[in-house]
């Protein structure tokens, strides 16, 4: 793993500053204030999903390697250190994951178009379901661009107690590239476990009425959001307060709420829509955990990593084109392979060094506070046709359930074509008049 084209600006007026003031009136609140107007840019690359996955819950601009384009050559996966055995095993295990991702995934011979589809693949299984199997061990690259400030959160994270040495060789090459009085500034002892067990507590109740039948549920809103985002539109144009209004309007406030609400939005005023907020409880595979911290919009906490290597008994995300195959029961043995092996690791190596044993078919558990602008936008994105199966499931049954909180708000939660023309362009999925049909009926 290494760090490469990294650049930065400001760095020059950043030692200056340092220097005047002696690090003695510096500390970490005044240095975020400065930090905030430096670019850092750099490429992380042959770093594993379990890094990149940590490092992509920091929530500044990352794009990855897409796993369609992950090589199963010697080399392609980062473990931890074991001893000479349990590296064996390990090698082996993961040797086999690669080598039924390589077999389910393989592509029908002759020429086609674009991006394979389903019929496409000898199996019938896309490569998209194919890397379920994949661990988090497998190598990726993630292009980096953050403001200055984010190096606080960034180096707190590579120097997590919780995380063990998974980050020591990466911090390191980072080091390399930034000033040594900035160095001498940033945290670099940090332990996010100190105040693990009381948040838990706080979120205990709300992970325990998340499950694989019920992975998606409301769990807090407003009590009427077409009130909420309508008065947040008329609060600039209105000479007295809201709750004047409110009065004013007495019963009809919330039919009257709801007219403003249709026409700004209309007029394209999007950002009133952030005044409405709701919270949700999801469970879904690491594959979709990752995409949904991609959108960066939403403020999510998630159950610890390690919950998933203790629960041995939690069910995996298998796709339908993998569980109707002839390799489902080799699937579910190599599944079930990692959860006995990466409990071995726990026990002789400690939890950190697990957590790259972890599968993308493992399931997580996660509360998401977000505005209705920005779950409009995301929305957009995963309702698509073209968007990977899981997360749409998951965002249809999100826009059926916030659709019965307002039916206005949310009425352009839909994928573009319901409305004008395909993004796609030449992945367009063809299907246009099924995804209206679809949803021009709910």
């Known amino acids: 793993m290494r760090i490469t084209n ?79 055995n349990d590296g064996k095993v390990a090698t082996e295990l993961i040797e086999k ?163 403003v609400v249709e026409r700004v939005l209309g007029y394209g005023h999007d950002s009133i829509a952030e005044q409405a907020r709701t919270t949700f409880g999801m469970m879904c595979s690491m594959v979709t955990y990752h995409q949904q911290l991609r959108h960066r919009l939403s403020q999510n906490y998630r159950e610890e990593l390690f919950e998933l290597i203790h629960d041995k008994d939690r069910e995996v995300k298998i796709p339908d084109t993998v569980k109707n195959s002839v390799y489902y029961q080799e699937y579910m043995s190599i599944v079930n392979d990692f959860k006995t092996f990466r409990l071995l690791v726990v026990k002789k190596y400690g939890q950190d060094q697990a957590l790259s044993f972890l599968l993308n078919c493992d399931q997580i558990k996660l509360i998401i506070s977000s505005n209705a602008r920005s779950d409009i936008s995301m929305l957009e994105d995963r309702t698509c046709m073209n968007a990977q199966w899981e997360i749409r499931e998951l965002a249809i049954k999100k826009l059926m359930l916030l659709r019965k909180l307002s039916s206005v708000i949310y009425e352009k939660a839909l994928p573009p074509c319901v409305y004008g023309k395909c993004r796609e362009m030449k992945l367009t999925c063809g299907q246009q008049t099924k995804v209206r049909n679809q949803f021009l009926g709910i």
């Open 6 to 84: 990294f650049e930065a600006t400001g760095f020059d007026s950043l030692v200056a500053w340092i220097k005047r003031n002696n690090n003695i009136l510096i500390n970490e609140l005044s240095l975020i204030q400065v930090l905030k107007t430096v670019n850092i840019s750099f490429f992380l690359e042959e770093i594993n999903r379990l890094q990149s996955t940590l490092i992509c819950e920091l929530k500044d601009s990352y794009v990855q390697q897409s796993q369609r384009y992950v090589t199963m050559s010697e080399g392609s996966y980062i473990l931890p250190k074991l001893e000479e």
């Open 97 to 259: 994951a690669f080598g039924l991702y390589g077999r389910m995934s393989q592509l029908k011979e002759g020429s086609f178009k674009g991006r394979p589809k389903s019929e496409h693949y000898m199996h019938g299984i896309p490569i998209e379901d194919a890397r379920y199997i994949l661990p988090l061990s497998t190598k990726t690259n993630v292009c980096v661009a953050m403001s200055g400030d984010k190096l606080i959160e960034f180096f707190k994270l590579m120097n997590d107690k919780k995380y063990g040495n998974i980050f020591t060789s990466l911090c390191e090459d980072l080091v390399s590239y930034l000033p040594s009085s900035l160095v001498n500034l940033l945290p670099r002892d940090y332990d996010s476990n100190v105040c693990g067990d009381i948040i838990s507590d706080y979120y205990s109740d709300y992970f325990s009425r998340i499950s694989t039948e019920n992975n998606l549920i409301m769990l807090d809103c407003f009590s009427d959001i077409d009130m909420k985002v309508g008065f947040g539109a008329l609060t600039s144009t209105l000479k007295e307060t809201p709750s004047q209004a409110i009065e004013k309007w007495g019963k009809d406030a919330p039919v009257k709420a709801k007219c």
